[in-house]
């Protein structure tokens, strides 16, 4: 079991910029460094959505259309823990926002890679508040 813990969160202005950092830990049958990591948020009475991954193999990343461009997922260098960095924020992505872990940031079924729900994510962190707003 991998324990995850989130931090970073807290208020910024429209067209500001915030980076999260998710501090993994614990043991694990597969190596720590080969695990995914993805940066989830959820606000109140939405579905949890995610925003970007990054692969245990290779530390590849992917983002949701949303925020491609603007946020940056990456991997310290000891492999312990995984930033996002969100830059020219919106206030309609005031939500907690989360870290978790899985095996892979794809699926691939149906002859085509899909991105992982959050169903498939084994490991989680508490989560950390991130508000928008002027």
């Known amino acids: 079991q991998l324990q995850l813990v989130e931090s970073g969160g807290g208020w910024v202005q429209p067209g500001g910029s915030l980076t999260l950092s998710c501090a993994v830990s614990g043991d694990s049958g597969l190596g720590l460094e080969r695990y995914a990591v993805a940066w989830f948020r959820q606000a109140p009475g939405k579905k949890r959505e995610r925003v970007g991954c990054i692969s245990g193999a290779d530390d590849s990343t992917y983002y949701s259309d949303s925020v491609r461009g603007r946020f940056t997922v990456s991997r310290s260098d000891a492999k312990t823990t995984v930033s996002l960095r969100m830059n020219n924020l919106k206030p309609e992505e005031t939500a907690v926002y989360y870290c978790?872990?899985?095996?892979?940031?794809?699926?691939?079924?149906?002859?085509?890679?899909?991105?992982?729900?959050?169903?498939?994510?084994?490991?989680w962190g508490q989560g950390t508040q991130v508000t928008v707003s002027s």
């Open positions: 978790a872990t899985a095996t892979s940031c794809h699926l691939y079924v149906a002859g085509e890679y899909r991105p992982r729900s959050a169903d498939d994510y084994s490991n």
